[in-house]
C-alpha cells in the first residue's frame, strides 16, 4: 500500500477509498483518506456481532518537553471530562446503557480512545468516542480533580516493583531521551502542568492528519465512513477542511542508548525484580521476525531456555522472561526476573549464561521450529476479537504505513532461518547491558 492523499476536483477534495486486503483469516480492509487528512480503516467481519471503534493519534509519551511530561497521560484523563454536548457522566452512561465498553491508554508514541459495543450500537459509538476526542472543554475544575488522580495512579505505580522496574530500565538504557521517561511523568511534572499547557498541547498534537480511525466487526464502511464525517462536522477536526495525512514518525537519526550501568532502588519487597538487558532493533527493521524468533526461543514462554533453567531445573524464580520493546528510530531487548533478594547474584550469572551461548552457538534446529511456531501462533490467536483486529488496522496505518495481510506475516515468520536468528543473537546480546534493580538489595554488578 502506497500513501494516498484526498483527490482535488471541482475546486475542492473529496475522500478516496481503497480496498488493501480480502484477508481469508479475516475481513474486507479499507481506507478512506478524507480531506482533512483524517484516514478511516475498516475491517469488515459479517460473521462477528460485536464492533470496535478507535480514535488513534500518533501523540505520546515522547512528543513532550521534560517540563511538561506526562502531558499525553493527562490528556487522555481529560478528554473523558466532559465536551460542549456531554458531561462525563453522559459519556460513560451512554456506552454502558448499551452494554458496551470505553476507554483509553497512553504509549510513548501513540494514545488510543476506543468503545466496543454490539454493532447495532456502532452508530452511538461513533458520536460519542469522536466528541470526546474533538470537542473536550478541558474544565480547570476537572484539570484540578485528575491530576489528584494521576497522582494517586504514580504512586500506585510506585507500589507495583514488577512493573515500575521495567520503567527503570528504560532510563538506564535511553537516559534524558524521551524514551526513557515515564509516560505518566512524575510527581513534580503533573503538579506543575496548567490547564493552559495541557489544552495548547491538545489543539497543537491532535491534528486530522495524525490520526487513524479505525474498526473492526460486522460493520459497512462505507456507513462507518459518512457517520465519521457526521460527528466531527464543524468540530476543530472538521472533515471538510484541507489537510493531509502525516507519514509514520521517521526511523532516523537513530537513538543511541547510554553506556551500561546499574540503576539500584531499594525497597522492602518479598523478592528483588531485574531487567537485564540493552539497545534493541527499530519497528521497521527487517531482522524484526528472526529476533520475535529468538525471544520465544530464550524466554517467551514455559519451554523457553530461560524459563526451563532458571524456574524449572533451579527454582530460582516464578517469573523469568525476556522482551523486545521496538520504536520508530529504535528499541531495548531485555530480561526480567522476580527472585529472592539473596539470589539475586545467582539469576543474574545464569542469564548471562544463556545470553552468552545463544550469541555465541545460536539456536538449534528445533528451537527454531518451536520459536516459528509460536511467532505464528501468536499472530493469528491475538486476532480472535475485533478489539486485537481494530488494534492491528490502526498500528499498521499509523506506526507502518501499510496493512500486511496474516498470510504475508505467517510467511515473513516461515521464511526466518538458523542463520538469522543466530546473526540477530550475536549482535543484541554482545551489546552492552544496564541493569535495574528494586528490592532489598543492597548492590549489584553488571560483571558476572
Request: proline share 6%; glycine share 10%.
Amino acid at each position: 500500500m502506497t500513501w494516498t492523499e484526498p483527490v482535488t476536483g471541482r475546486g475542492r477534495s473529496r475522500p478516496v477509498t481503497r480496498t488493501l486486503t480480502a484477508d481469508p483469516l479475516g475481513g474486507t480492509v479499507r481506507r478512506t483518506v478524507l480531506p482533512n487528512g483524517l484516514r478511516v480503516i475498516t475491517e469488515a467481519i459479517p460473521a462477528m456481532r460485536s464492533v470496535s471503534f478507535g480514535v488513534w493519534v500518533g501523540v505520546g509519551s515522547r512528543d513532550e518537553t521534560p517540563a511538561r511530561s506526562g502531558a499525553s497521560h493527562f490528556l487522555e484523563h481529560l478528554l473523558f471530562k466532559g465536551t460542549q454536548r456531554r458531561t462525563a457522566w453522559e459519556i460513560s452512561a451512554a456506552i454502558e446503557a448499551v452494554g458496551g465498553e470505553t476507554n483509553a491508554f497512553t504509549a510513548k508514541e501513540y494514545t488510543c480512545y476506543y468503545a466496543r459495543v454490539l454493532d447495532e450500537d456502532l452508530p452511538l459509538a461513533i458520536d460519542v468516542v469522536c466528541d470526546l476526542v474533538a470537542n473536550s472543554v478541558i474544565d480547570p475544575a476537572d484539570v484540578e480533580t485528575e491530576r489528584g488522580v494521576i497522582l494517586e495512579e504514580i504512586a500506585m505505580h510506585d507500589d507495583e516493583p514488577d512493573d515500575e522496574v521495567h520503567d527503570l530500565h528504560a532510563e538506564a538504557v535511553f537516559g534524558p531521551h524521551p524514551l526513557g521517561r515515564l509516560i505518566s511523568g512524575t510527581e513534580e511534572t503533573i503538579s506543575a502542568l496548567t490547564r493552559r499547557q495541557i489544552n495548547d498541547f491538545y489543539r497543537r498534537r491532535y491534528t486530522p492528519g495524525a490520526m487513524v480511525i479505525a474498526a473492526a466487526g460486522n460493520l459497512d464502511h462505507r456507513t462507518v465512513v459518512r457517520q465519521v464525517r457526521a460527528a466531527l462536522r464543524s468540530s476543530p477536526l472538521d472533515p471538510e477542511n484541507p489537510g493531509r495525512p502525516e507519514p509514520p514518525r521517521p526511523a532516523t537519526p537513530a537513538v543511541r542508548a547510554r553506556p551500561p550501568r546499574v540503576i539500584l532502588r531499594h525497597k522492602e519487597t518479598e523478592q528483588a525484580h531485574l531487567v537485564l538487558g540493552g539497545a534493541g532493533i527499530a519497528r521497521g527493521d527487517d531482522r524484526r521476525f528472526a529476533l520475535g524468533v529468538l525471544n520465544n526461543v530464550l524466554g517467551g514462554g514455559m519451554s523457553s531456555r530461560l524459563f526451563q533453567e532458571i524456574r524449572e531445573r533451579r527454582g530460582l524464580a516464578y517469573s523469568v522472561y525476556s522482551y523486545a520493546s521496538q520504536y520508530a528510530d529504535g528499541g531495548t531487548f531485555a530480561v526480567y526476573a522476580g527472585c529472592a533478594p539473596s539470589k539475586v547474584d545467582e539469576v543474574l550469572a545464569l542469564v548471562r549464561t544463556e545470553l552468552a551461548a545463544v550469541a555465541e552457538y545460536g539456536v538449534s534446529p528445533d528451537e527454531l521450529a518451536r520459536g516459528k511456531g509460536m511467532s505464528r501462533g501468536g499472530y493469528v490467536l491475538g486476532l480472535e476479537d475485533t478489539g486485537s483486529r481494530m488494534g492491528r488496522l490502526a498500528k499498521g496505518e499509523l506506526l507502518y504505513g501499510e496493512q500486511l495481510p496474516v498470510d504475508q506475516l505467517l510467511a515473513q515468520v516461515a521464511e526466518v532461518t538458523v542463520e538469522q536468528v543466530g546473526a540477530v543473537a550475536a549482535e543484541l546480546l554482545t551489546r552492552p547491558m544496564s541493569l535495574a534493580v528494586i528490592g532489598p538489595v543492597e548492590s549489584a554488578s553488571l560483571s558476572g
